[in-house]
């Protein structure tokens, strides 16, 4: 299992359409992936699921933790990694 942790840095965090392009990424992989709001201590969530994403109630700042396990869990560590950091396709401040 590769865990990774990061802060959201885009301005509407992980709600709707952002959500929607976590899930899609995720899903991509063969491995399970998990997506845990550190913030508010609750546990981990399916990250291919679109109403569990949705109900982490992940905003900007808020710290996650981003966990792969299976075939492909590095490669999907990576990539969701670079797509937080990203900004999940919205425009991030500096």
């Not at 997506?35 to 699921?49: F, M, Q």
Request: aromatic share 2%; no cysteine.
């Amino acid at each position: 299992m590769r865990t990774i942790d990061l802060t959201v840095r885009n301005p509407s965090g992980i709600h709707l359409r952002p959500a929607a392009v976590f899930v899609k990424a995720a899903a991509g992989f063969k491995s399970r992936v998990t997506l845990e709001n550190l913030d508010r201590g609750a546990k981990p969530v399916d990250a291919k699921s679109s109403i569990m994403v949705m109900n982490a109630h992940v905003t900007k700042g808020t710290q996650i933790r981003v966990a792969a396990e299976g075939p492909d869990e590095e490669e999907a560590i990576a990539a969701l990694a670079a797509l937080v950091e990203s900004g999940l396709g919205e425009t991030v401040e500096a």
